[in-house]
């Protein structure tokens, strides 16, 4: 062990969420039931850790379904589908599982409703998103993507008493209050979601990260680089006072020059990330002088999600056949 050097302050909430958990375990659940390979249409969840382990079990990762042979068994990632991905699934009679994490079904819903009544919907996200683009995908005619400064300038509605915003789940929250507050100089009468878009695991660990920042040298978020909410952490921890910070996957991929100078170190992990590797990066910073470890709260976090309802009626299913 080297000599002590410094702390490391632990973000608490980080790591899975619980629309993370329900989707990984629904494609375990899958390959439990039907056995491999079971398909899954993009990365169940964006990290590289968790599509491997996956792919190790049988899971077949594919970007759209007509990589999916006919009748064969799809998992929907974490991030949602539009209802046209849906129909593809259906035309080549696939068996679908949807393990799109309900509080992003819940912006579908929204996104409907308001459709439904003839609203414009500027719906602020990062553009190429698989959560945007099935979001976008419930009410095309009706949604525009707003993504940086030339969209809020050009963004275009039919009538400015009828425009509402929505957002993808995982943006930075005070990027996103910024990008309300230039929308609503356009159009004073944007009216706002029924309840937030961004959800209560990336506020809470941009919460955490902004508590510890300030008293940070450096920040280590682990993720991986497509994970959004990930990438926000980062974003977040700068914003917030902490003089360097860096997205790793893996403890490995930690440059020891940037502990020079350093005392206190932060560490989060974002929401698809399991906790394993957010220890490989406490030993491996234990290992470089770095052994205290104390917690930043910034939420108790209890919620969990009852798997998709397909998988449980095959179980429920399977349950009374073993009887039988
Ligand atoms: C689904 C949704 O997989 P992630 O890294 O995804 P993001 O959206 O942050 O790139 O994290 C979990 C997750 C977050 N949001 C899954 Cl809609
Ligand atoms: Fe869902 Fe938020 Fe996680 S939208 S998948 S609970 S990051």
């Known amino acids: 062990m080297a000599e002590p050097r410094g702390r490391v302050l632990l973000a608490d909430p980080r790591g899975y969420c619980a629309g993370v958990d329900r989707a990984v375990i629904a494609v375990e659940k899958a390959l439990e039931i039907h056995g491999a390979p079971v398909y899954v249409r993009k990365q169940i969840v964006h990290n590289k850790h ?62 409907k409703r308001f459709a439904k009544d003839d609203y414009d919907i500027l719906l602020i996200g990062h553009r190429g998103h698989e959560e945007v683009e099935g979001t976008m995908g419930e009410a095309p005619a009706h949604t525009q993507l707003v993504d940086d400064a030339e969209d809020i300038a050009n963004v275009q509605v039919r009538d400015p008493e009828k425009v509402v915003w929505l957002s993808q789940t995982t943006l930075s929250v005070d990027e996103t209050l910024s990008k309300v507050d230039s929308l609503k100089a356009r159009f004073p009468g944007l009216q706002s979601p029924p309840s937030d878009d961004i959800c209560y695991a990336t506020q809470n660990r941009q919460q955490a990260v902004k508590q510890m920042a300030g008293e940070c040298d450096l920040v280590l978020v682990v993720g991986s680089t497509n994970s959004s909410n990930s990438v926000r952490l980062v974003e977040v921890a700068l914003e917030a006072g902490a003089r360097a910070s860096y997205l790793v996957d893996f403890a490995s991929e930690i440059d020891e020059a940037w502990l020079e100078g350093v005392q206190t170190v932060g560490l989060s992990s974002g929401a698809s990330v399991p906790e394993i590797l957010v220890s490989e990066v406490l030993d491996w910073l234990a290992a470089r002088g770095f052994p205290d470890v104390e917690t930043v709260k910034a939420a108790e976090e209890r919620l969990v999600f009852a798997l998709p309802h397909e998988l449980k009626t095959r179980r429920a299913t399977l349950a009374v056949d073993e009887k039988a």
Not at 69 to 86: I, R
Not at 92 to 110: F, G, N, Q, W, Y
């Open 50 to 111: 968790v599509v491997a382990t996956l792919e190790r079990r049988g899971a077949v990762f594919v970007d759209e379904t007509d990589q999916v042979p006919e009748g064969a068994v799809v998992v929907f990632s974490a991030h949602g589908v539009s209802p046209a991905v849906k129909e593809q699934a259906k035309e080549r009679s696939l068996l679908t599982i949807d393990a799109t994490c309900p509080l992003v079904t819940k912006v579908h819903m929204e996104a």
